[in-house]
């Protein structure tokens, strides 16, 4: 079966555009726009301008309203005479189909939203027949309601004779074919769940543990050192795609090491349905290892997706250990004795962060740099307890074999 053909936007010159409204104040519009930005740069575009409206809601027919509409196409058209010609407009919100339409209309140039913007780099970092299928199944559902206007011409993969009915129109004949794409995809996904199930089934009772968080908080990394793998790892959104299990043995006590798909906020619903099996491997896990960015000023927010995300997948009562990684990336201004305006995440050193609520946590929650591998001999410990403690619930007589993992111990084989 055909891929749906990626979107080209490789080092396009791109304009963000975003709102501010009473739910989402102009911090938290700007954060949203940072996190699109590096979306956009992920997928390969440069983003070159920011626009913001305050509003009470989105436009029903262009999302920003009218003014402002204008003020982005004459900038548009501006650089038009330039060598920075805009080719990419980039909503941080979903538009509809009505939404899409009249804003390329207005503009002339390429528009993608939020969703449409992941669903791209999902696609470009699909690895795995199962991967791709899943990014496809996504594809072709948020492409169903969007036929109008966008002439895809798709019986050509099929041929058009004796497909077209009497005065079937070609939106018509689209539709159709992709509503039997999305279901002979979903019967593809199934026998692949069937798979992945038997897959989990044949790893025995051995304990399960599943790295967890939002996207670019350092998982695959943490992943390659405890596991001594070479699982693909860098400084972009969705670096891994592709669910990796692993086998790690500290001491004596080997157990499963899971990397996952990382959350963001946003994720278009079709994409996480889609990606059904690959969350079952959080939902089956035994022990959950929160990966937190602690370098990131809105950490604390993303912890917040990460555990509605987990509670929406029925997994956010599992035993969890919240892993605060990236402290070599941490800074903060510390405020002058005489500034008396609000003290601000800015502000808080490290060692004033963690006496917060972290310090409730106990033995729950530990500080590290996977990159600079501070602390990951504590790391080490702490899940060797945890999985121990998990093991011996469910081999109650293999007790005796354990010793204590001490400083002394070997490293990880």
Known sequence: MGQIVKTEIYEEQAVLVGLITPQQNEQKAKEYMDELAFLAETAGAHPVKTFFQRVDGPNSNTFVGPGKLEEI???????????????????????????????EKELGVKILDRTSLILDIFAKRAQTAHAKTQVELAQYKYLL???????????????????????ETQIETDRRIILTKISLLKEELVSIDKQKTTQRKNRGKMVRVALVGYTNVGKSTIMNTLSKSDVFAENKLFATLDTTVRKVIIENLPFLLTDTVGFIRKLPTDLVESFKSTLDEVREADLLVHVVDISHPNFEDQIAVVEKTLKDINSADKPTILVFNKIDAFTYTPKEEDDLTPMTR??????????????KMHENCIFISAKDKTNLEELKTLLYNKVKE?????????DFIYQKYDDNAEEIE
């Not at 969007?146 to 099929?158: C, K, P, S, V």
């Not at 502000?347 to 917060?356: C, F, R, V, W």
């Open 390 to 398: 998990i093991h011996v619930t469910r081999f109650p007589y293999n």
């Open 145 to 167: 309601p969007r036929l109008t206007g966008m002439w895809t011409h798709l019986e050509r993969q099929r041929g058009g004779i004796g497909m077209r009915g009497p005065g």
């Open 73 to 103: 196409k004459n900038y548009v058209k501006e650089q038009e005479e330039t060598e920075n010609e805009i080719g990419l407009v980039l909503f941080d919100d979903e538009l509809s189909p009505k939404q899409l339409r009249n804003i």
């Open 346 to 359: 800015e502000n808080i050193s490290l060692e004033e962060l963690k006496k917060t609520w972290m310090s």
